[in-house]
């Protein structure tokens, strides 16, 4: 049984106002090429399949076309992720063709996906991403009461709960001659993963992660979420693996080397190979004087999309033009001084992985000239995350 895994297509999006829907396309066409090429049986998506949660019809189009064809070779699992509508991806899973399964509410997170194969089932059991104001009166217990009684508020309780349902339904099932391998697709932040800027704070009560453990009695965990191909430590006998998105969303991307994950489970333990992912156009960085970035320094990134930091003791004339001029697909234009003391170093690192409560104390801190109070910090996180159920429920 040979899967691909892939997630945080992010389909929709932009890289500092740059539509980016052709080369998301360009990497689509790679993916169906590879599942023809490698005779893939399954293909895994972990989440972030859209970049918002209303997204534009273009976008909608794309994933249309792509679930088709994909679905000509092998079998489509997709999850939805925390920039998702879970409700708006899995509307009319119930209609798909057969191999197009949408994993997108809580409810069904213990029904898996079986795929046949001679030495063994393969049980693929979707995880929607897990925000835990919304999933933990969901996946809470019964009291003796009979009311539901939701579960602590946080990514760790609400994802402990969820594999404890999938656990269930593993023990429930007659295994026969043969145990099935298992696979669980997950969108969330894991202890041990390395963090781009790129993606979206997921925080809730100051925490956004889970533990790698929770995920054990999996053969192999295909996470979404972060950004850079990375496997996680993870319990005995379970591989963790994140895919990373198929194409850089920010300058803090530029080193990683985007691809998808082929894992192969027909031995004791899941094989994976990274695939790369086709590079449209590479991201750079450079940095100099304007006439040393005008002449043979800046010869090597005429043709990437760059962040330029011109380092000229005064700013030089028409600046943006002879920049553009010179790096057509220059996307961020900086003049810095050398030596220049740069007071805009705390600005500098509020990306949108950043916790948006963090900010806004500083920003408190800034004005003030104090830091705020432990209430006043209970203040600003309600705030935010009352402000993040209203985007849920639009």
Known sequence: MRLLHTSDWHLGRTLHGVDLLDHQAAYLDHLVDVVRAEAVDAVVVAGDVYDRAIPPVEAVTLLSEVLARLSEHATVVVTSGNHDSATRLGFGAALMRERVRLRTHVARLAEPVVLPADDGDVLVYGLPYLDPDAARTALGEDGPDGVRVPLARSHQAVTTAAMARVRADLAGRDGGAARPRVVVAAHAFVVGGQASESERDIRVGGVDHVTADVFAGADYVALGHLHGPQSVPGPEGT???????????????????????????????????L????????????????????????????????????????????????????????????????????????????????????????????????????????????????????????
């Open 239 to 273: 591989v963790l693996r994140y895919s990373g998105s198929p194409l850089a969303y920010s300058f803090s991307e530029l080193r990683q080397r985007k691809s998808s994950v082929l894992v192969d489970l027909g031995g004791p333990e899941p094989v994976t190979e």
């Open 275 to 394: 695939v790369p992912a086709p590079v449209p156009r590479r991201l750079a960085e450079v940095t100099g004087t304007l006439d040393d970035l005008l002449g043979a320094a800046g010869e090597p990134h005429t043709d990437a999309w760059v962040r330029v930091t011109v380092t000229d003791p005064a700013r030089p004339a028409d600046l943006f033009r002879r920049v553009r001029e010179r790096f057509p697909h220059a996307l961020v234009v900086h003049h810095r001084p050398d030596g220049a003391e740069r007071t805009t170093a705390r600005a500098a690192v509020v990306t949108s992985a950043a916790d948006p409560v963090e900010v806004a104390a500083d920003f408190v801190a800034h004005v003030t000239g104090a830091a705020p109070t432990e209430a006043e910090v209970h203040v600003l996180r309600r705030a935010y995350e009352q402000v993040l159920a209203g985007e849920r429920s639009a």
